[in-house]
T-cell receptor, first 114, second 113 residues
């Protein structure tokens, strides 16, 4: 079965650079969630989208922005990168009408800021 | 969403049942109990969820006490591949609501040979 696809799997950036992470949800899933997981930390919710509109917002820094496109894929844009942004970034998807059932997570993007 | 309390770590012998407890004494009537696990550096994986009845699927069983203030996730025959952090999450499950999951304070299960 198709899963949530995230790209790239690994990314190395320098401080103050910009990074873009991509997420392709399971086909027919209309809701996307982004999570950040620092070393030794639990996943922290950043932001979610439903039908291209932001639906919930968590602890997402102002330097980060995200959007969901007409094909339901989503991109997380990160600017002015800091060392503390080094983390695993997970994307998850669900059907809005069935999100109570649970989410499916992707394998994540490991961002390293040097 | 209600707060949950889980032991920080547990060990289990391979082939034995792993019983992971979770306290959620402030759970509301419309809140479900969800279990996810995260194998090292992989994306969290949905295991099971329930409201008040016991639930079973191919991965695990979920036992919820009658007063719903606590629950136990049971992995009937733990394998080394079940070594992971297990998260108990209590969340309102509203139809037509894509609300997010909040992860925190899971149990690190170590399955040993």
């Amino acid at each position: 079965a198709a899963g949530v696809i995230q790209s790239p799997r690994h990314l190395i950036k320098e401080k103050r650079e910009t990074a873009t992470l991509k997420c392709y949800p399971i086909p027919r899933h209309d809701t996307v969630y982004w999570y950040q997981q620092g070393p030794g930390q639990d996943p922290q919710f950043l932001i979610s989208f439903y039908e291209k509109m932001q639906s919930d917002k968590g602890s997402i820094p102002d330097r980060f922005s995200a959007q969901q496109f007409s094909d339901y894929h989503s991109e997380l844009n990160m600017s002015s990168l800091e060392l503390g942004d080094s983390a695993l970034y997970f994307c998850a998807s669900s059907l809005y009408d069935n999100s109570w059932y649970g989410y499916t997570f992707g394998s994540g993007t490991r961002l390293t800021v040097v | 969403d209600a707060k949950t309390t889980q032991p920080p770590s547990m060990d289990c012998a391979e082939g034995r049942a792993a019983n992971l407890p979770c306290n959620h004494s402030t759970i509301s009537g419309n809140e479900y109990v969800y279990w996810y696990r995260q194998i090292h550096s992989q994306g969290p994986q949905y295991i099971i969820h329930g409201l008040k009845n016991n639930e079973t699927n191919e991965m695990a069983s979920l036992i919820i006490t009658e007063d719903r203030k606590s629950s136990t996730l049971i992995l009937p025959h733990a394998t080394l591949r079940d070594t992971a952090v297990y998260y108990c999450i209590v969340r309102v499950a509203i139809y037509n609501a894509g609300n997010m999951l909040t992860f925190g304070g899971g149990t690190r299960l170590m399955v040993k040979p």
